[in-house]
């Protein structure tokens, strides 16, 4: 995702939200701060992680157990 909250052209409707910052910390490739980010933004404002699951720049998080038990939280409110 670049600067202006764009990720291959797009522009996703929450950027600048509770993800942006995770996403900002992935792009230095610290897993464990995006995950500390994101599990804080869960805490905060669930609905605005719920394309967590879709956005390219979190796929490197799958198969993590705390970015699994995040989207299982995410499933089940």
């Given at each position: 995702?670049?600067?202006?909250?764009?990720?291959?052209?797009?522009?996703?409707?929450?950027?600048?939200?509770?993800?942006?910052?995770?996403?900002?910390?992935?792009?230095?490739?610290?897993?464990?701060?995006?995950?500390?980010?994101?599990?804080?933004?869960?805490?905060?404002?669930?609905?605005?992680?719920?394309g967590?699951?879709?956005?390219?720049?979190?796929?490197?998080?799958?198969?993590?157990?705390?970015?699994?038990a995040?989207?299982?939280?995410?499933?089940?409110?």
């Amino acid at each position: 995702m670049n600067e202006n909250g764009k990720e291959n052209g797009v522009k996703y409707a929450f950027d600048g939200f509770e993800v942006d910052p995770a996403n900002r910390v992935l792009s230095r490739d610290e897993s464990d701060k995006a995950l500390a980010t994101l599990e804080d933004a869960y805490q905060k404002t669930p609905i605005y992680l719920l394309g967590i699951r879709i956005l390219p720049s979190f796929f490197n998080l799958r198969g993590n157990p705390r970015f699994e038990a995040l989207l299982t939280k995410l499933d089940n409110p």
